[in-house]
């Protein structure tokens, strides 16, 4: 098969961009502050989810962010890149499995939800029960891109029911015997995509309040010999999500966050190790999902060109020092939805070849 003919081939995280699934924010909703939300929710946000929980993200914010999204859609098209979107899905209707029931949340993050293995799309299980359906907003495109010749795996659900969260979890307490703790049990599989990030045939890969071993063992198996998982922990004591904690940029740079990452796995001996600047901090803008680290949340249209949030000028500034050509684009009303660029985007085509970077 030629390369571009390929109707999904992604296998890095900088080769040409192609295709792309830009989220959307229509609809969303702010999920109850239940013991998973808990636990990565920055105590300063908790009265967001008190007031807000289970009714729609108010009607500002929506239509601030997507704006922005649309930006984010107008600067992917004139660089030359398809960009695909979600369905529309109603996720204030409520839904109950055997165990219990529950509302949406959005379709915000596509990388969450999903993750390209050369020319294989995973379907992530996830872990929070408004997720369990977040999938279908992009069952139309998952089957478009299956009928074309990708390949398309889904990992079993978790029936998220009793004992897939761990009761006694304490947010404060994240250490038990020198070990990190997390609110979801070993007891069945569970991640979610965004906290695998890869570089060619090396995926690296964190447990989190989202991912257990059992997940991070799913995709080992699954995926087969020709891609190595490698696990890795760092200095994030409410983990969720590795794409604010290390971002390959290149072949040979990677990007990481120095509040969290202290030392890298021994496969970056020979890379470039670049240390992001401080975030700026907004006063008005309120990030209820995420840290401060969305600023290198970053999404690479090619080994130079990097779309970055334009009030995210040190960055800026360090990435073309580095020798890189930043893009910025307006996205600070997209954080409080717990996200930038990076979650709110699916590479699903990029040119290249599977690869070892080692
Ligand atoms: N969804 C990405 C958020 C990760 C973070 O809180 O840094």
């Known amino acids: ?42 105590e300063h946000a908790e009265w967001f989810f008190r007031e807000y929980g289970g009714k729609p993200f108010p009607d500002e914010m929506i239509e601030k962010a997507t704006v922005e999204l649309d930006g984010l859609v107008k600067v992917l098209t004139e660089l030359g890149v398809t960009v695909r979107r979600p369905d529309s899905m109603d996720f204030s209707k409520e839904f109950q499995t055997p165990w219990w029931k529950s509302r949406g949340l959005y379709a915000a993050m596509p990388r969450d939800v999903f993750m390209v293995f050369g020319d294989t799309i995973i379907e992530a299980p996830m872990a929070w029960r408004t997720r369990y359906f977040e999938h279908l907003a992009y069952r139309p495109l998952m089957n478009e891109y299956f009928d074309k010749g990708g390949r398309w795996l889904v990992a079993p659900k978790s029936t998220m029911a009793e004992g897939f969260y761990d009761e006694t979890y304490d947010r404060n307490e994240p250490m038990k015997d020198g070990k990190k703790r997390f609110v979801i049990t070993e007891n069945e599989i569970a991640f979610d995509a965004a906290d695998f990030i890869r570089c060619g045939k090396d995926v690296f890969v964190q447990k989190s309040n989202v991912t257990n071993e059992k997940g991070i063992e799913w995709v080992r198996r699954h995926v087969g010999s020709e891609f190595t998982i490698h696990e890795v922990d760092f200095g994030d004591m409410h983990p969720m999500h590795i794409d604010t904690t290390i971002v390959p940029l290149a072949p040979g740079k990677i990007l990481i966050n120095p509040e969290w990452v202290k030392k890298l796995p021994p496969f970056f001996d020979s890379w470039d190790v670049l240390i992001a600047p401080e975030p700026t901090k907004s006063e008005d803008k309120a990030l209820y999902f995420s840290s401060d680290w969305l600023t290198i949340n970053t999404l690479s249209i090619d080994e130079k060109r990097i779309i970055v949030e334009e009030q995210e000028q040190p960055l800026i500034d360090a990435l073309k020092s580095w020798g890189f050509e930043p893009i910025p684009i307006p996205f600070r009303n997209f954080y409080p939805f717990g996200g930038s660029v990076h979650c709110a985007t699916l590479d699903v085509r990029r040119e290249g070849t599977l690869q070892s970077y080692l």
């Not at 296998?11 to 502050?33: Q, R, Y």
């Open 1 to 42: 098969m030629k390369e571009l003919s390929r109707p999904v081939w992604s296998c890095n995280e900088w080769d040409p961009l192609k295709e792309v699934i830009v989220g959307s924010v229509e609809g969303a909703i702010v999920p109850v502050f239940d013991e998973a939300v808990k636990a990565i929710t920055p």
